[in-house]
């Protein structure tokens, strides 16, 4: 949630202090970008999802917030015009 509501961003582990623009910190932390960390919604079934791991995770929160619908049987595949 902190990546909707927040610029920046305090995160602790191991006794460490790791600070700065939320998308950095969870590009520099693997754990904080698995998907099912959060679950917020326990009937959602997320679909595969082909993409890089920062817009999967927004993907992936996007739907579970949105969706009612399970999605056990879907791919979804990102791709992008940029550069």
Known sequence: ?????????????????????????????DELMNPSLFQMNENFVAPKIIAPDFYKEMLYSLLQKTSIETFLHSILNFKTTFG
């Open 1 to 29: 949630m902190a990546k909707e509501f927040a610029d920046k961003i305090w995160y602790v582990k191991d006794s460490q202090l790791y600070s700065g623009i939320v998308e950095d910190v969870l590009l520099q932390h």
